[in-house]
C-alpha cells in the first residue's frame, strides 16, 4: 500500500513538473516574441476568451481587444518573465512567501466579476515581469507582479486569466 502510495505522489509530481516546464517554456516563447517585436503573437499566448484585468480594475476581454492592448505597445525592447509558482492548486499562489510579501497584490478576479471555476484544466501561475520599451527620453521601464490562470487546449496552454498589480 505503501509503494502504492509514493508510485502515485511520483506520478502526481512528474505530471506537475511537465506541466510547470510547459508554461516556462511557454513564458520563454512569450518573451522571444515581445524582444522580436511580435506584439501580435505575444497576444496569441491568450485564449479567444481571455481577461487582461489591470492594475486599475479594468478590463480587456475578448481575442480582439487583447489583440488591440499588445499591438499598442510601441517600441518593445526586451520582455523578463520571472516565474515564481506554478501550480495546478490555486491555494498554493495565495500560500507562496512572495505572493504574502506584496504590497499590492494582483486585483482579485471573482470581485470583478470574473468566474473561471467551471472550466478544467486550469493551472496557475504567480509571476514577476520588466517589460523594457523606447521612448524619446530613453527606455521606460515597467515592473509588475501578475496572477495567470492557463487553460490546456489542443494548442498548448492559454492565457485565461491575466491580472497585475505594480
Do not use: C
Not at 510579501?101 to 482579485?108: A, H, T
Not at 471573482?110 to 493551472?123: A, Q, T
Not at 520599451?133 to 507582479?145: F, I, L, M
Amino acid at each position: 500500500m505503501i509503494n502504492m502510495i509514493n508510485t502515485i505522489l511520483y506520478l502526481l509530481m512528474a505530471l506537475q513538473m511537465s506541466v510547470t516546464d510547459e508554461i516556462r517554456q511557454t513564458n520563454k516563447q512569450m518573451e522571444e516574441a515581445f524582444n522580436a517585436g511580435d506584439l501580435k503573437k505575444v497576444a496569441s499566448f491568450y485564449a479567444d476568451d481571455a481577461v487582461l484585468l489591470n492594475a486599475d480594475g479594468k478590463a480587456v476581454t475578448g481575442r480582439k481587444n487583447i489583440d488591440d492592448y499588445w499591438m499598442k505597445v510601441k517600441n518593445p525592447v526586451t520582455w523578463e518573465l520571472e516565474v515564481i509558482e506554478v501550480s495546478q492548486d490555486e491555494k498554493h499562489i495565495y500560500e507562496n512567501p512572495y505572493y504574502k510579501s506584496l504590497k499590492n497584490k494582483p486585483l482579485d478576479w471573482r470581485v470583478h466579476g470574473f468566474e473561471f471555476d467551471d472550466r478544467e484544466n486550469l493551472v496557475y501561475q504567480l509571476g514577476h515581469s520588466t517589460l523594457k520599451t523606447k521612448r524619446d527620453d530613453g527606455v521606460k521601464s515597467s515592473e509588475v507582479d501578475f496572477i495567470l490562470i492557463w487553460q490546456a487546449t489542443d494548442e498548448g496552454y492559454k492565457i485565461l486569466l491575466d491580472t497585475y498589480s505594480w
